[in-house]
């Protein structure tokens, strides 16, 4: 059983978009936020998620989404360096930086 962990603890930092340059805070509902809230891009840096142990760094660009009705919104994000596609759950109700719904639906509609 292969089993996937997800890390928390000394991994929900801010951090600087890699794509638009805004600023983005911890996420506030004791999750991490592995996105930008405002553009929608990620980085690639996880194995596993939240482990933040992948090296490749490169800039994970939205290409999809999703609804789950376990999870919520999941955007789906594809690596521009190496091709890998993860899935992150969207960020709409944290209270201090939402994700942009705008994004979103955008996001949905080019699919």
Same mark, same amino acid.
Do not use: D
């Given at each position: 059983m292969s089993g996937?962990?997800?890390? *928390?603890?000394? %991994?929900?930092?801010?951090? %600087?978009?890699? #794509?638009?340059?805004?600023? *983005? @805070?911890? @996420?506030?509902?004791?999750? *991490?936020?592995? #996105?930008c809230p405002h553009c929608l891009h990620s980085k690639h840096v996880d194995i596993q998620p939240g482990d933040r142990a992948c090296d490749c760094h490169g800039l994970m660009e939205p290409v999809g989404v999703e609804q789950s009705g376990k999870k919520g919104w999941i955007i789906i994000h594809r690596c521009r360096l190496c091709g890998f596609t993860g899935r992150n759950k969207a960020a709409l109700g944290d209270p201090e930086q939402p994700d942009d719904w705008n994004a979103l639906v955008a996001l949905s509609a080019r699919h």
């Open positions: 996937r962990r997800f890390t *928390v603890q000394g %991994t929900n930092n801010a951090f %600087t978009c890699g #794509h638009c340059g805004a600023e *983005v @805070l911890p @996420l506030q509902n004791g999750s *991490v936020r592995n #996105h």
